[in-house]
């Protein structure tokens, strides 16, 4: 199994470019199942999770071919019929999205037949909210030997669906669905989220009518039939977070390009407020440090366009090391700490209490071995690892390969003292 290596020090100057976003790329490829005509997505981030949803897709039915375009990396799926509209455990317990495809699945087949993605480190993660969306749509579901069994003889039909609270997930799903439904459906308390409006911009190409996304009522109006598109993928919010954090952390300046500093602008406040200074450019942003102690800021993870729960574990990085106590509260999930044990090993002083940690800043970390628990706990790890005296070492460096691409070469363009040790499986911890 691979490990990263850091030696912490080294400030960063230089820039990044940033990928597409992962948690838009995996829905919107799950988007290409609902049509028999090619779906062509560019800026597609090329990582684990999206190999790891071509394999399935392709299980399915859907020809995936991934190149070089005119705008970087792109994918290309075509599905001109679905073959299978089964996904096994083994696919959907090793990434929880691919429970994505059983909204698509079923409204272009009417049957399908997904397991149920189980519990994950960061909290029991049910998916009711999806099954009652699709339930509201006319489908009938049956739940038995870890699998949802789906039915949809007659097609689905439009619906009127309140979420009881908010889910991105689940939003996403209804509209998976929702696009090839008769009449027309109506989402209230729905996710807010950019990824949602990238979805919704990427079906309206594909030929129906999604209004309202990015406020919490959407309206769709299903078809029929829906056609091919090309799509270029929204930028990744949270890698652009995650090095705006590493940027503040180890001091020195960061352009980061490709990118729109909005969508993560929850988070930049809470940097400044933290002592970094954060400049917002036409294509990104840049992010500067010098010298001086960062200073403890509290933050509150809560949907868009509050603080992203996908950077508490790097702002939680980042204020191990500030001036005085930060209180860091969870709210989106209830067991998204597990990296705090993780920075105690480097010297930091964390206190959990149910939802909330206390950090108590220290005047310098020390490097060790750590283990990633899940993707964002585990670059949450690196950043620490960036301004630690001397050499941390993180494993299980798979988690980071699901979400960040060429992690160590983007941060080691800027200086970073940052390598992949290949691992060969021996004699090495789970
Ligand atoms: C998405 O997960 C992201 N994943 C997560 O990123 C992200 O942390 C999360 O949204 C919140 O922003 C993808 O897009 C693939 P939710 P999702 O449904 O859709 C509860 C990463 O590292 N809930 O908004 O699963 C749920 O347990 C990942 O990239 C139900 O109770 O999040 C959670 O407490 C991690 N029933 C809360 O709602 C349901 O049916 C919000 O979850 C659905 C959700």
């Known amino acids: 199994m691979d490990r990263i290596a850091i030696t912490g020090g080294a400030r960063l100057n230089g820039v990044i470019p940033i990928s597409g976003a992962k948690n838009s790329a995996i ?93 994950c480190t960061i909290g029991a993660r049910p998916v009711d909210l999806h099954l009652k969306a699709l339930e509201a749509l006319g489908a009938v579901i049956d739940l038995h030997e870890g699998y949802v069994y789906a039915q949809a003889p007659r097609g689905l039909r439009g619906a009127e669906i309140a979420f009881p609270f908010v889910s991105v997930g689940a939003t996403e799903h209804a509209m998976l669905a929702a696009v090839l439904a008769k009449g027309d459906t109506v989402l209230t308390n729905s996710a807010c989220e950019p990824e ?128 005085g106590e930060s209180v860091i509260t969870e709210n989106v999930f209830e067991n998204r700490f597990m990296h705090a044990p993780e920075l105690a090993r480097l010297g930091a002083d964390i206190t959990i209490s149910g939802r909330e940690a206390r950090v108590k800043g220290v005047e310098q970390l020390t490097g060790a071995q750590v283990m990633a628990t899940d993707l964002r706990a585990s670059v949450g790890l690196v950043i620490a690892g960036l301004v630690a005296k001397g050499e941390t070492m993180v494993g299980r460096v798979y988690h980071l390969d699901r979400g960040f691409e060429r992690l160590e070469e983007k941060l080691g363009a800027c200086g970073a003292n940052i390598r992949r040790i290949k691992g060969d499986g021996e004699g090495e911890e789970e």
């Open 196 to 323: 949602i409006e990238d979805l919704a911009e990427c079906l309206n190409k594909m030929g129906t009518k999604v209004e309202g996304a990015g406020t919490p009522t959407i309206r769709i109006t299903g078809v029929a039939r829906l056609n091919g598109a090309t799509h270029s993928v929204i930028p990744d919010r949270i890698e652009t977070g995650t090095f705006a954090v590493a940027a503040a952390m180890a001091g020195g300046e960061v352009r980061l390009t490709n990118t729109r500093a909005h969508l993560i602008e929850s988070l930049l406040v809470k940097i400044e407020e933290a002592g970094a200074s954060v400049e917002r450019t036409n294509d990104g942003l840049i992010v500067r440090r010098n010298g001086g102690r960062l200073k403890a800021v509290d933050v509150t993870t809560d949907v868009y366009p509050g603080f992203a729960t996908d950077l508490q574990a790097q702002f939680m990085a980042l204020m191990t090391l500030a001036d």
């Open 27 to 119: 829905k919107l490829m799950a988007a290409s199942l609902l049509t028999d005509e090619p779906l062509r997505l560019t800026n597609m981030p090329r990582l684990a999770d999206t190999k790891f949803l071509g394999k399935l897709l392709q299980r399915l039915g859907t020809s995936v071919d991934e190149k070089d375009g005119p705008d970087g990396a792109e994918t290309v799926l075509h599905t001109p019929e679905v073959v299978s509209s089964f996904a096994p455990y083994d696919l959907v317990r090793q990434m929880r999205a691919s429970f994505n495809v059983l909204g698509p699945l079923l409204a272009r087949t009417g049957t399908a037949k997904v397991s149920l993605p189980g519990g």
